[in-house]
Nanobody
Framework: QVQLVESGGGLVQSGESLRLSCYAS????????MGWYRQVLGEPRELIAS????GKTMSTDSRFTISRNNTAQGIYLQMNNLKPEDTGAYYC??????????????WGQGTQVSVLS
């Protein structure tokens, strides 16, 4: 069973940056896509970015860049020029194949990002 642990969230001012990290407790399986979701209280989780095992990336916002280090068994989300609307809990997810939206049991516990105006 792969366990995912996020870190790097915090309270920042508008315009600042944060880098989120997510590490897998066990060896990442081959052909896993990984990604980041954001959840605001009372709303469903929203896909932010994903990266396949061979490095293909997708991001819904040009201010956010996802990267992956298979040796370290981790992925990262660099978030620049943060805005108050970026506030939420950020979750890491892993799924078999290339579709990050596929049903998967592999979620982290979340890390909170709060952006002050």
């Amino acid at each position: 069973q792969v366990q995912l642990v996020e870190s790097g969230g915090g309270l920042v001012q508008s315009g600042e940056s944060l880098r989120l990290s997510c590490y897998a407790s066990n060896r990442l399986l081959h052909n896993t896509v990984m990604g980041w979701y954001r959840q605001v209280l009372g709303e469903p989780r929203e896909l932010i970015a994903s990266i396949t095992a061979d490095g293909k990336t997708m991001s819904t916002d040009s201010r956010f860049t996802i990267s992956r280090n298979n040796t370290a068994q981790g992925i990262y989300l660099q978030m620049n020029n943060l805005k108050p609307e970026d506030t939420g809990a950020y979750y890491c997810k892993a799924a078999f194949g290339n579709d990050i939206t596929a049903t998967s049991p592999f979620w982290g516990q979340g890390t909170q990002v709060s952006v002050l105006s």
